[in-house]
């Protein structure tokens, strides 16, 4: 009796251990998490201002604007309905244009622009990610 005692214990102290690390890994994978807006979804107020997202749409025509003496860019993204300014410190992709798609990521600032710590641009004359397809779908159909 003794034996299955100490078996059950040691299966109970494991088992305890498993669900503690799987309780951390959840919140490590929650906390890091990248969740996709659309400038819409920003202008709402959908997202909290201390999560890290991606925002996606189109580059609005004529509007991106280097600051003299810096590597600081901004420029507005639209989802066809809402627009949002963004603020980039850094080197720009080749194929970052406006008229054409980008995704950025960073975080949305308390006056509802949004500085960015990264820029993807869209890759070819076709392809955009479903997430900015659907936004800019949903900002046409709103017009």
Not at 25 to 40: C, D, F, G, H, M
Not at 57 to 85: C, H, K
Not at 103 to 125: M, P, R, W, Y
Not at 130 to 143: F, H, Q, W
Request: no cysteine.
């Amino acid at each position: 009796m003794q034996a299955r005692k100490q078996r059950m214990v040691f299966i109970g102290i494991v088992g305890a251990g498993l669900l503690v690390s799987l309780g951390f890994l959840y919140k490590a994978l929650n906390e890091n998490a990248l969740y996709y807006q659309s400038p819409t979804q920003v202008v709402e107020g959908e997202m909290p201002l201390d999560r890290r997202v991606r925002i996606g749409g189109l580059v609005v025509e004529e509007s991106i604007e280097r600051i003299p003496g810096s590597m600081t860019i901004r420029f507005l993204v639209t989802d066809l309905a809402n627009t949002i300014p963004v603020e980039y410190t850094g080197v720009l992709p080749d194929l970052f244009s406006e008229g054409h798609g980008v995704v950025t990521q960073g975080h949305i600032q308390e006056d509802g622009s949004f500085v960015a710590d990264s820029v993807l641009a869209k890759h070819d004359e076709t392809y955009m990610s479903p997430e900015v397809a659907e936004s800019l779908a949903i900002g046409e159909a709103a017009r």
